[in-house]
């Protein structure tokens, strides 16, 4: 069965800390894998998008990385602020293009305290 | 940001009763699609739209249908509401290559409703 599994489910950090969010998945057969910044009340924005021939990949103080022979993916967060307090979505598409495919995990809540 | 309006962004009904959410796109693209979001569970695909008046079932498709006669715009109802179907809508769109659907999923704000 396809599954996008998160951890941890929730984490609290200092502001200007840095964290790590993993994302394991059983999905195949593989495409890319996203993640996705959803602040709360609003709807998820991509942060990134990794085929598999791609380590990783970095947006601004995220970088994502991803392990194609283990199927693990991590999102980590550098120097964080407040405004990184939100969810973060783990997306696996199981399908070349089809995003009637796409699996996405529960999420990690993240709270960023001053 | 992506130009999707999803309206009403909050409801309130009783079971028993039908409900339509809206999702009003300004960007042209051709797939749309309708998520709920529920608490300890991924997004889940109720329904898509690949064009106008093409529409396929999602994985939570049950007692839900929709509509899209124009590009612009994509239909969700709940025939008779149950409070099983209390949960954030969201509306999200993509280009797409040939039939394929690439690049970048865009969402909505979200729709809340409440089945009392």
């Known amino acids: 069965k396809n599954q996008v599994e998160q951890s941890p489910q929730s984490l609290i950090i200092l502001e200007g800390k840095n964290c790590t969010l993993q994302?394991?998945?059983?999905?195949?057969?593989?495409?890319?894998l996203r993640w996705y910044k959803q602040d709360t009340g609003r709807g998820p924005v991509s942060l990134t998008i990794?085929?598999?021939?791609?380590n990783t990949k970095s947006n601004g103080r995220y970088t994502a990385t991803l392990d194609a022979d283990t199927k693990q993916s991590s999102l980590h967060i550098t120097a964080s602020q407040l405004s990184d307090s939100a969810s973060y979505i783990c997306?696996?598409?199981?399908?070349?293009?089809?995003?009637?495919?796409?699996?996405f995990g529960a999420g990690t809540r993240l709270a960023v305290h001053p | 940001d992506a130009g999707i309006t999803q309206s009403p962004r909050h409801k309130v009904t009783e079971t028993g009763t039908p409900v339509t959410l809206r999702c009003h796109q300004t960007?042209?693209?051709?797939?749309m699609y309708w998520y709920r979001q529920d608490p300890g569970h991924g997004l889940r695909l109720i329904h898509y739209?690949?064009?106008?008046?093409?529409?396929d079932k999602g994985e939570v498709s049950d007692g839900y249908s929709v509509s899209r006669s124009k590009t612009e715009d994509f239909l969700l109802t709940l025939e008779s509401a149950t409070s099983s179907q209390t949960s954030v809508y969201f509306c999200?769109?993509?280009?797409?290559?040939?039939?394929?659907?690439?690049?970048?999923?865009?969402f909505g704000e979200g729709s809340r409703l409440t089945v009392l």
């Open positions: 999200a769109i993509s280009e797409s290559s040939g039939l394929r659907v690439t690049g970048e999923l865009f």
């Open positions: 994302c394991n998945y059983t999905v195949s057969p593989f495409s890319n």
């Open positions: 990794m085929t598999f021939s791609e």
């Open positions: 997306v696996v598409s199981a399908d070349p293009g089809g995003y009637n495919k796409l699996i």
């Open positions: 960007e042209n693209h051709r797939y």
């Open positions: 739209s690949y064009g106008v008046k093409d529409t």
